[in-house]
């Protein structure tokens, strides 16, 4: 496989090349993940809070159940989106950080034929 130390410095530089790139980008993708998460956190507890404010405001128990109903069905429609988006960028996250890993051995392969 390694004919001189020449090549298997050349091996390893790749090798730690792409460890390097596949942990840069796991890093970054991660970040995004914990933005997204935080950002959401962020709106419900904001709707939580007008949701409150609404519910001391309200005049009968009617209207009362009408925006408890109406916060539940907008509260489900977000986090359904949320959960979409928040699998789209999983699943970004891992097809990029194995990207470089898959090159490198599919590199390495061809060099052992």
């Known amino acids: 496989m390694f004919k001189n130390i020449e090549d298997f410095q050349k091996f390893s530089k790749e090798q730690l090349d792409v460890a390097t790139e596949s942990a840069s980008t796991l890093s970054k993708n991660v970040q995004a993940i914990v933005t997204e998460a935080s950002d959401y956190s962020k709106k419900s507890f904001e709707s939580s809070t007008t949701l409150i404010e ?40 891992a097809k990029e950080a194995f990207k470089p890993i898959e090159t490198a051995v599919a590199k390495a392969q061809a060099s052992v034929k």
């Open 54 to 93: 609404k519910l001391l405001g309200a005049k009968t128990i009617e209207s009362a159940i009408q925006i408890q109903s109406d916060y539940a069905k907008t509260s489900y429609d977000a986090f359904l989106a949320q959960s979409s988006k928040f699998g789209e960028l999983y699943t970004n996250l």
